[in-house]
């Protein structure tokens, strides 16, 4: 699903393996504007440089 129009496109996941990552903007933690981002994600583990890297949509 492709909404070109807005600048946004859609990549297929695996749901077998997708995670849900809800990243929180913590400058405004005791503020009623708290913002904030859920993204359905693949991660895919790099163990030998200890990183990660994680490929998804945005949900929210």
């Known amino acids: 699903m ?6 946004l496109y859609y990549i297929p996941l695996d749901l077998y393996t997708a ?9 405004l933690a005791n503020n009623k504007d708290l913002r ?4 359905l994600v693949n991660e895919r583990l790099n163990k030998k440089e200890n990183k ?4 998804g949509n945005i949900a929210y």
């Open 2 to 7: 492709d909404n070109l129009e807005r600048g």
């Open 19 to 27: 995670r849900l990552f809800i990243f929180i903007d913590g400058s």
């Open 36 to 39: 904030y981002i859920i993204v």
């Open 52 to 55: 990660f890297t994680i490929k």
